[in-house]
């Protein structure tokens, strides 16, 4: 069983399917009647669901991840923490006595069963658990036949996450609070967001599986994967806020999606993303922090924010420069001071690290040009401006919910079909105007690419190898396994 090749555990799957009450009964019962006495009779954290309903969302979980790749395992949490009934985040209720249900199964020989490394502060999910169906319960997995759509896989499932420090923090927490009105009405718009996408159809139409295993490297060298989920039951979406601020007005952006996940430098997967079959755009702010700073001082950034317009460092090329202002300059808004923003710059380039005196005058040269900006970076301006463009995202998303219009977002960008796009600049406009009193500049790719195809196209007879790598670089190679998955779809709904 392959650790690193695993999804978490979902507590909040569920389903009314018959096959799979009958699954339940059938494992059940051939439990030991001893075995069977005592689960029914503990009574760790007590609450309301039977031993029946605990494993039938178990057994609804594992039958998702083995449909979907029966190498897959799943990270399971033992900790009595992770169980606690009278929890916003557990909304099922599952009691600890999940972990006695999952042992049962471990011990009945029905789970491939690997323990969890000693947790540490910060560890992530890669140290949990994992289990497995074993040949058993795999052939009973194929003697049955429940709809993908039968399946909920969200149920109850809060949709406002309050944390106690950043999001971006390894030993940040959810915690606990009281609703407001304004919790209840955010509620309510990513619920019928929610509610409205499980209408559409969402994948990535170049992929053969609905799964991409992306590799990520630590501080320390450490690489770790991570198992993306793809498709129409991968699109819940919830917003998250943060520093434990009951008034919800840090943070705030919107989480959950796959889309957020997948990869956009080295591999763009993201513009092979389909919607009901069909092609898409994505339409982002340009430099969207450093705009709304600068409209709080009543200015306005013009023509190319990051071009410093002279050669700051000897050995950097103009083109790489400007990367490398942009980098750091998203990064000072977000840091709470000069050193941990040259820190963090050097932690996500570890191959070109530059020295903190170079990173300085790259900084001080931006400022130069902007000096408005200089009291707003590395002094923690981020977390306020996450909040400013989750209103605008909550405002765009609201309108296409009206419209039953599919909308993907992801921070400072949105995802349509191409027939939205101008609709979605349209209601971008309109959001911004709500929440800003101004509009903001935004760029398409579909314009992007379109211009770039153009280009080509006129060395079409001279240059055909030229044209050739374009076309190909922008046409999204359509897998034959995606379209059997949308008619699959289709007929189920």
Known sequence: MGTDYSVPFNRHA?????????????????????????????????????????????????????????????GFARKHTDWTVNDRYNGQGIPRKI???????????????????????????NKRSRIQPTKKLKDLFEHIEVKSNDIIRHHKQETILLRDKDTDDDKSVKIKYDDTPATIRMRKVVESYNAMMQRHYVDVASLRKP????????????????VIPIGPEHMFTYRVFSRGDTRFRKHGRWYGGFWQRLPKKRIDLRRDIYIDGEATDEIDFS???????????????????????????????????????????????????????YRAYNNQNKDQKLTHTQLDHLLAA?????????????????????????????????????????ILPVHDSYIVKNTDRRFLKLVMNDACNDVLNHTLPFESEFDEVTVDIRHATHYKHTEYGYFESVLSKYKTKVSKLYQKRYTQWLEES
Request: hydrophobic letters at 35%.
């Open 14 to 74: 569920w389903t009314d399917s018959e096959e799979m009450a009958q699954l339940v009964e059938t494992v059940f019962v051939s439990l030991p009647e001893r075995t069977q006495l005592e689960l029914a009779g503990r009574s760790n954290n007590k609450g309301s669901m039977s031993v029946k309903d605990i494993l039938l969302i178990i057994l609804s979980d594992l039958y998702s991840t083995y449909k979907r790749d029966p190498k897959l395992s799943t």
């Open 99 to 125: 972990v006695d249900v999952v042992d049962t199964l471990k011990k009945a020989r029905y789970l491939r069963y690997k323990p969890g490394k000693s947790k540490k502060a910060g560890d992530d999910v």
């Open 211 to 226: 799964i991409y295993v992306r590799e990520h490297t630590n501080e320390h060298g450490v690489v770790s994967k991570e």
């Open 287 to 341: 430099g969207l922090h450093p705009t709304l700073l600068a409209l709080e001082h009543g200015k306005l950034l013009k023509g190319d924010k990051y071009d410093i317009g002279r050669p700051v460092l000897d050995g950097i090329k103009m083109s790489e420069q400007r990367s490398i202002v942009k980098e750091l300059v998203l990064i000072a808004i977000n840091a709470k001071s000069k050193q941990a923003a």
């Open 366 to 406: 931006f400022i130069d040009k902007y000096p408005f900006l200089k009291g707003d970076l590395c002094s923690d301006k981020g977390i306020d401006l996450m909040y400013t463009d989750s209103q605008i995202t909550e405002g765009v998303i609201q309108r296409f919910v009206e419209a039953d219009k599919p």
